[in-house]
């Protein structure tokens, strides 16, 4: 099968956003190598960004992430914030791209995170030998970068203003479901008795 998107295709939000939404086993069927080289920094953060606004939309956080082979420019893993659609207290962006990209060789991947990430996302990347980190929105948190710097990791601040806004608007909302993201739900029990 011939993908649908080549070397004379122009990326657009639609394209971006289709990205988001469809499974990574299936781009193949989207995307060629050609196309694949064509993408910028900026647009897999606006993919990250759009798997933000998909966690969002779900009644979730709004983290997305995206990890991208550094040889070749193709995605191999991307996921968004799931701690309330699953109940899952750890699936946060990052760690939901790891697990979609599998068992692979992280060093020559760049994850692309549409905030900073937490202390235990941060820990991950590193543990598991990321080459490089972008973060698109340090105004809203920030904290582990110089941790992932200490540890070898180059980090690339890209800050997104579109993901900015959302996250921002999503922690004047939703303060409790914010809270309870970064520090858990007994945090949110102690912050509700003060």
Not at 55 to 61: A, L, N, P, R
């Amino acid at each position: 099968m011939t993908p649908l998107l080549n070397a004379n295709s122009t990326i657009t939000q639609a394209v971006l956003n289709a990205i988001a939404h469809m499974p990574t086993q299936s781009l193949g069927v989207l995307i060629n190598d050609e196309f694949a080289r064509k993408f910028k920094d900026s647009d897999f953060m606006r993919i990250a960004v759009l798997l933000a606004q998909k966690s969002y939309d779900e009644g979730g956080c709004p983290i997305g992430a995206v990890i991208v082979d550094n040889n070749t420019n193709q995605i191999v893993g991307k996921g968004h914030n799931t701690l309330v659609q699953e109940s899952h207290p750890y699936n946060h962006g990052e760690t939901s791209a790891i697990r979609d990209a599998g068992r692979m060789d992280f060093s020559k991947t760049t994850l692309f995170t549409s905030l900073s990430p937490c202390d235990v996302c941060a820990t991950l990347l590193y543990m598991r030998g990321f080459q490089r980190v972008v973060v698109g929105d340090i105004t809203n948190a920030s904290g582990n970068e110089p941790l992932l710097e200490s540890k070898g990791v180059q980090v690339d601040i890209l800050e997104d203003q579109q993901g900015i806004e959302l996250y921002g608007r999503f922690r004047a909302e939703k303060p409790n479901q914010d809270l309870e993201d970064w520090q858990g739900v007994a945090a949110v029990k102690s912050a509700s008795c003060e």
